[in-house]
T-cell receptor
């Protein structure tokens, strides 16, 4: 079946603009995660959705970042008033349940000019 | 403070040898630990998961150990091949045993020379 799909694959925008990044998880996966990876760095946890529970937002770096997961499926990560330090690859993953292996998409490469 | 350390320098080995990668952590008590492989421009790919009550896991040429006393995991690739060249990430669960939240190390780049 299809893996985790992310769009767009690349996004270039001007500082101060808002951006929306989309993630389509694997069908039937109840858990969904967002990470950020800066050049040459490891993955930085951002947010985690599990079923109908309140999301774990403990990794969001500022209130400019928010995420939604509609209908327990597709998720959108929104960054408002983008800054140059927001430039990174944003990775989404899903898993059949919490504490199970995560399946990653190939990410959205975000560049803020 | 909590910290995960992986070999920051690239590991270069000859084809056919065993590669051993290290993941050390401090101030964590993870319920489980995972290893992922990441190729340039791609998302990580899951390799192995080991839980706190397990000492060792194997999958084909891969073996992972988990020592909760030493706070260390070792990841071995036997009979290494050039196709094994990639960055390998360790990730620790953060929170309860039912959490999906992972904290990742910086990764170790492995280069297998023919």
């Amino acid at each position: 079946g299809a893996g985790v799909s992310q769009s767009p694959s690349n996004k270039v925008t001007e500082k101060g603009k808002d951006v929306e990044l989309r993630c389509d998880p694997i069908s039937g996966h109840t858990a969904l995660y967002w990470y950020r990876q800066s050049l040459g760095q490891g993955l930085e946890f951002l947010i985690y959705f599990q079923g109908n529970s309140a999301p774990d937002k403990s990794g969001l770096p500022s209130d400019r970042f928010s995420a939604e997961r509609t209908g327990g499926s597709v998720s959108t990560l929104t960054i408002q008033r983008t800054q140059q330090e927001d430039s990174a690859v944003y990775l989404c993953a899903s898993s059949v349940a919490a504490n199970q292996p995560q399946h990653f998409g190939d990410g959205t490469r975000l560049s803020i000019l | 403070s909590q910290k995960i350390e992986q070999n920051s320098e690239a590991l270069n080995i000859q084809e056919g040898k065993t590669a051993t990668l290290t993941c050390n952590y401090t101030n964590y008590s993870p319920a489980y630990l995972q290893w992922y492989r990441q190729d340039p421009g791609r998302g990580p790919v899951f390799l192995l998961l080991i839980r706190e009550n397990e000492k060792e896991k194997r999958k084909e040429r891969l073996k992972v150990t988990f020592d909760t006393t030493l706070k260390q995991s070792l990841f071995h690739i036997t009979a290494s091949q050039p196709a094994d060249s990639a960055t390998y990430l360790c990730a620790l669960s953060h929170g309860s045993s039912n959490t999906g939240k992972l904290i990742f190390g910086q990764g170790t780049t492995l280069q297998v020379k023919p």
